[in-house]
Protein backbone atom coordinates (compact mmCIF):
# COMPACT_ATOMS: atom_id res chain seq x y z
CA UNK A 1 0.00 0.00 0.00
CA UNK A 2 2.78 2.31 0.81
CA UNK A 3 4.86 1.51 -2.07
CA UNK A 4 1.83 2.91 -4.24
CA UNK A 5 1.50 6.12 -2.36
CA UNK A 6 5.62 6.26 -3.33
CA UNK A 7 4.62 5.85 -6.62
CA UNK A 8 1.74 8.62 -6.96
CA UNK A 9 4.16 11.03 -5.41
CA UNK A 10 6.93 10.71 -8.01
CA UNK A 11 4.08 10.78 -10.51
CA UNK A 12 3.26 14.02 -8.93
CA UNK A 13 6.75 15.44 -8.53
CA UNK A 14 7.02 14.76 -12.14
CA UNK A 15 4.42 17.16 -12.94
CA UNK A 16 4.83 19.80 -10.97
CA UNK A 17 6.05 22.73 -13.03
CA UNK A 18 9.50 23.75 -13.61
CA UNK A 19 8.77 26.91 -12.28
CA UNK A 20 8.36 25.40 -8.45
CA UNK A 21 11.07 26.25 -6.58
CA UNK A 22 13.60 23.44 -6.84
CA UNK A 23 13.83 22.40 -3.20
CA UNK A 24 10.32 22.00 -2.88
CA UNK A 25 10.63 19.12 -5.86
CA UNK A 26 14.01 17.50 -4.09
CA UNK A 27 11.55 16.98 -0.82
CA UNK A 28 9.10 15.59 -2.66
CA UNK A 29 11.36 12.96 -4.58
CA UNK A 30 13.12 12.21 -1.44
CA UNK A 31 10.04 11.35 0.92
CA UNK A 32 8.28 8.99 -2.34
CA UNK A 33 12.07 7.69 -2.53
CA UNK A 34 12.02 7.18 1.22
CA UNK A 35 8.79 5.95 1.34
CA UNK A 36 9.35 3.39 -1.01
CA UNK A 37 12.95 2.03 0.29
CA UNK A 38 11.01 1.58 3.66
CA UNK A 39 8.39 -0.17 2.21
CA UNK A 40 11.00 -3.12 0.01
CA UNK A 41 13.23 -3.08 3.19
CA UNK A 42 11.20 -3.25 6.11
CA UNK A 43 9.95 -6.69 6.87
CA UNK A 44 7.10 -5.56 8.86
CA UNK A 45 5.80 -4.70 5.61
CA UNK A 46 6.03 -8.08 4.36
CA UNK A 47 3.80 -9.31 6.15
CA UNK A 48 1.37 -6.53 6.03
CA UNK A 49 0.65 -6.57 2.70
Not at 24 to 46: D, Q
Request: proline share 4%; glycine share 2%.
Amino acid sequence: MMFLVGLEMVKFARDIPFNWDISVLAVTVAVAVFTTWLTVSSPAWRYTI
